[in-house]
């Protein structure tokens, strides 16, 4: 019995050592720090991977317990946003008040809720009682136009936390913490960046025209998939080129965004030129509410149809940005669809593609192709093996190319046909 009684005791000291250790581990365990960092206490920097869909960065993350949701990374936003509603029922979000949020688009301003305390995760990053902006209605269509579902939006805060370099190349981000970084010239050229009301800006890229250089404050907008963005409503010296397309330039949060697009013949960006550029031209009524009155100067935006040309560094506490060139993509001509047609993706997998809009007189215009008519297959690919991002370089690379399509239109099959023109 006393060798029992001793072997109880020891079990019970095991027991209670084994709890008290457990909570000290626990204890350990707890991070309660705000914004984002390093999951590893010595980490000092990390990697993680992310998608290029419709040349826009899309990261995979997780919200609280959630299953893994997809954000476009976006230098453009102060705030994380939820961009689908569904989300925000799933993990019973609960408001605490209504705010007003503004951006591109020629409607109003629009009403969204937050919501506060919530964790987000990517890999070995981790963010803590993050506040969720949360948009009613999916007004922006992201999933649509990427192929992909889509679930927010996020980017300053990440930014703004860790030095972040974008490889293009392969698909990954290597994040520094700011006190561990060092510049080093195999990173490429530093140019001076400042970041204002949660966006950064540079003045390195100059617009040249007859054989004047005219320098330009442009935001550096990861969240956008155009190369270039040019205003014209409030500089003389900047302005549409002689031959432009009307078009639908994409949906911001205050709605469609409509303007030109051309071509300008060149940029000089540091000691580099880059020539026959595609710039988008927004109307002033689609794109006021984008740009701050208080940022002076701002003539546009640079977006990743450019950037991903480059191995891209920010550098948010330093105030700079690094860029260095990817040859074989500096060599790449820049291009705009040459069919003539929007297309966009719908259905539970978002592998059906619709047409949406057709430009008048276009190819795909004078092919017959129709607003509605759902494309099957695209040269004899069926279209449900092939990804938005590859319809759109099919239709945007060699002119002259013939496309052959067969299309359902009101529960009837059609083929037609037509060569892929520059229309820019």
């Known amino acids: 019995m006393k060798k029992a009684g001793r072997i109880g005791l020891i079990a019970i000291l095991l027991l209670t050592t084994t709890i008290a250790h457990s909570q000290k581990l626990f204890k350990k365990k707890v991070d309660n720090r705000y914004g984002y960092h390093f999951v590893g206490k010595n980490q000092k920097f990390a990697k993680i991977p992310f998608e290029f869909h419709a040349n826009l960065i899309v990261i995979k993350a997780i919200i609280n317990t959630s299953d893994t949701l997809r954000f476009i990374l976006d230098t453009g936003v102060s705030s994380t946003i939820i961009t689908d509603p569904k989300v925000a029922t799933q993990l019973q979000l609960t408001p605490v008040r209504r705010v007003r949020i503004s951006g591109a688009g020629e409607e109003e301003e629009l009403m969204a809720d937050v919501s506060v305390g919530h964790s987000i995760r990517m890999g070995d990053v981790v963010a803590k009682h993050q506040n969720l902006v949360i948009i009613e209605k999916d007004i922006l269509k992201l999933s649509e136009f990427l192929g992909i579902p889509i679930h927010g939006i996020f980017g300053h805060d990440l930014f703004n936390s860790f030095v972040i370099k974008i490889d293009f190349e392969n698909k990954e981000l290597m994040l520094t913490l700011p006190d561990k970084f060092k ?4 990173m490429g050229e530093r140019y001076p960046m ?9 003045d ?4 040249v025209s007859n054989n004047k250089s005219i320098p330009m404050r442009l935001v550096i907008d990861t969240g956008a998939g155009h190369a270039l963005l040019l205003r014209t409503d409030d500089n003389k010296e900047i302005n549409l080129p002689n031959q432009v397309i009307r078009a639908n330039l994409g949906r911001g949060l205050n709605g469609e965004i409509n303007g030109h697009i051309g071509r300008v013949n060149k940029i000089k960006l540091g000691s580099l030129e880059m020539q026959d550029i595609i710039a988008s031209f927004p109307d002033s009524i689609s794109f006021s509410m984008k740009f701050p009155p208080s940022v002076e100067n701002r ?4 977006g990743c149809e450019l950037l991903r040309r480059f191995h891209v560094t920010l550098n948010y506490h330093d105030g700079y940005i690094c860029l ?3 040859r074989t993509r500096m060599r790449e001509s820049f291009e705009h669809d040459m069919s003539g047609m929007e297309v966009r993706a719908k259905g539970e997998k978002f592998n059906q593609y619709v047409v949406d809009k057709i430009i008048e007189g276009s190819p795909a215009d004078l092919a017959g192709l129709q607003s509605g008519d759902e494309i099957l297959f695209i040269n004899n690919l069926n279209t449900t093996e092939l990804t938005i991002s590859e319809i759109y370089k099919m239709l945007s ?3 002259g190319k013939l496309i052959d399509l067969l299309v359902r239109r009101k ?4 083929f037609t046909s037509f060569k892929l023109r520059r229309m820019i």
């Open 204 to 207: 390195a890229v100059a617009l």
């Open 397 to 399: 690379k060699k002119e």
């Open 324 to 326: 260095k060139p990817i």
């Open 183 to 186: 510049y080093k010239k195999s």
């Open 194 to 202: 400042i970041v204002t009301q949660s966006k950064p800006y540079t």
């Open 411 to 414: 529960g009837q099959l059609e």
């Open 299 to 302: 003539q546009g935006s640079i």
